[in-house]
């Protein structure tokens, strides 16, 4: 069992930038691919960027390619999403999330088993 606390959201400007970390406890984090994903208001959640195990992949929704960048940090159990750029409508709840890291479910919801609550991002113009 993955507990995931996410923290980092908040208001901000358009143009402005943010970093969500997100601290995993539990065993084998490292046996993890990491996740963020969102969910802008009245919409479904939403594929943000990925991150393998090992942290040789990563993947991004080409929403955000260019303008966030997923990290993490084994040995501390975290993971972060910098957020350059920011537009209105990446404004969402950010959740960071936890599976295997089935490659054909690395975008989506089901491959991924652990959720954290959620932390709101809001991007005014």
């Known amino acids: 069992q993955v507990q995931l606390v996410e923290s980092g959201g908040g208001l901000v400007q358009a143009g402005g930038s943010l970093r969500l970390s997100c601290a995993a406890s539990?065993?084998?984090?490292?046996?993890?691919?990491m996740a963020w994903f969102r969910q802008p208001p009245g919409k479904e959640r939403e594929f943000v960027a990925c991150m393998t195990r090992s942290g040789g992949g990563q993947y991004y929704a080409d929403s955000v390619e260019g303008r966030f960048t997923i990290s993490r940090d084994n040995a501390k159990n975290m993971v972060y999403l910098q957020m350059s750029s920011l537009k209105p409508e990446d404004t969402a709840v950010y959740y960071c999330?936890?599976?295997?890291?089935?490659?054909?479910?690395?975008?989506?919801?089901?491959?991924?088993?652990?959720w954290g609550q959620g932390t709101q991002v809001t991007v005014s113009s």
């Open positions: 999330a936890a599976g295997v890291g089935i490659v054909n479910w690395l975008r989506v919801r089901r491959g991924y088993d652990y």
């Open positions: 539990g065993p084998a984090f490292s046996a993890y691919t």
